[in-house]
């Protein structure tokens, strides 16, 4: 049994060393590995051998990978993909048949709505939608066809959170699949697994990398569940290469440390707007105003690095914020050590109705920052500079 902490399961997990004894992990950039002889081939094409046959199966570089991400989350196995997207289209396109039925918490990623709206539907795979203060009424939603339920906590942009022990109880007892996106979050601040999750998934292009460099998702979970996803995975060719894995596995090695100041700095940014006159609100999981702030220091560890706000003066005054940021990078992306500011409106989530944005409280004026691992005093700068 494994006892040691994150910290040092993130650090010490590594592939077994080859002759030439190095001590970092090598990169694999193979696109297929060589056999004994023809019993070998056959034998592993066969599966009755665990080994490395092509990349687009398994490298030795996406399995360290996948197996630091199992140990985080405390799951049972995992496939890696070229990008969060390609882990939640290939996670539900694995599990899903025709006429099935998914439930869903409203808000979540733009890219993720698509599916549910646009993709799923030509495939006779339907969804309800509930809103995340209305959990009570999951049940209601559920039919002879439902099969999974799927919401994020933190939610993406509003940074909603959802009692993961109540939709896991909710889950089990009518067997569903329970899906959580952790990416938020990270697997250091919280783990669903342990609140009922099935399965996690992660945009390792946010936090996991933290540097803006490469694009990446993850599913682990159940073993049972991603063998589906593995062998739907492997026809269809959706997964991680080697180099952006290897990238990936030094990455985790600082994860916590790297969480840590983002949280430290996203919650003195977040108490700083608090009190702004020149904001209407603010949304951070571990400011005590939070709706869900209990919720939320039941499950995870700290806030994450995302904070929400909506500035005074709708679309307008939020263009002239957005202009006026000197230092901060203007981008769609999150979790970098660069901070980042976001506006949801017309960016990630533009693909949505004015009407679906309202129900998911996405407003014209709200802004979503990235807080990243700048010194907190110029990051409340600029952005009290561009309030001005």
């Known amino acids: 049994m494994n006892n040691k902490k994150f910290e040092t399961n993130a650090i010490r997990t590594q592939l077994e060393r080859s002759q030439f004894l190095e001590h970092s992990s090598p990169m694999y950039l193979t696109s297929s590995f060589v056999f004994d002889d023809a019993e070998d081939m056959r034998a592993s094409f066969a599966e009755e051998k665990e080994r490395n046959i092509y990349s687009r199966y398994a490298n030795p570089n996406t399995s360290e990978f996948i197996e630091k991400v199992c140990q985080m989350e405390g799951a049972e196995s995992g496939f890696a993909f070229a990008s969060g997207m390609a882990a939640v289209f290939s996670t539900f396109a694995a599990l899903l048949d025709s006429g099935d039925h998914v439930i869903s918490a409203r808000s979540i990623f733009g890219s993720t709505h698509g599916l549910f709206d646009s993709v799923f539907p030509k495939w006779n795979i339907d969804h309800s939608y509930f809103k995340i203060d209305e959990v009570d009424t999951i049940e209601s939603l559920i039919t002879p066809n439902t099969k999974i339920l799927y919401a994020e906590s933190p939610t993406n942009p509003g940074v909603d959170i959802l009692d993961l022990k109540v939709l896991g109880r909710i889950a089990k007892k009518n067997n569903l699949i329970f899906i959580i996106d952790n990416c938020f979050a990270s697997p250091y601040l919280q783990q669903p697994i342990k609140f009922g999750a099935d399965l996690v998934i992660h945009s390792g292009t946010k936090l996991m990398d933290g540097q803006g460099r490469v ?19 492997r026809i269809t060719g959706p997964s991680l290469s080697p180099f952006n894995a290897w990238v990936l596995s030094k990455s985790l090695e600082t994860l916590a440390v790297r969480v840590d100041r983002h949280c430290e700095n996203a919650l003195k940014l977040a108490e700083f707007l608090e009190g ?38 709708g679309l307008e005054a939020g263009r002239k914020f957005f202009d006026a940021i000197e230092m901060l990078s203007l981008s769609a992306n999150l979790g970098d050590s660069r901070s980042i500011v976001t506006h949801p409106a017309s960016t990630t989530h ?15 004026g709200m802004v979503r920052v990235s807080v990243g691992l700048e010194h907190i005093d110029d990051i409340i700068a600029d952005i009290e500079q561009a309030l001005q």
Request: charged content about 25%; proline content about 3%.
């Open 350 to 364: 533009s693909k949505l109705s004015v009407e679906e944005r309202n129900q998911t409280g996405i407003t014209d």
């Open 276 to 313: 702004h006159e020149g904001v209407n609100w603010v949304k951070y999981p571990f400011l005590k105003s939070h709706p869900q702030h209990e919720i939320a220091k039941k499950q995870m560890k700290a806030g994450g690095c995302v904070v929400a706000f909506e500035v005074k003066g």
């Open 215 to 233: 694009l990446a998702g993850i599913t682990v979970g159940t073993a049972a569940l991603i063998d589906k996803i593995y062998r739907f995975s």
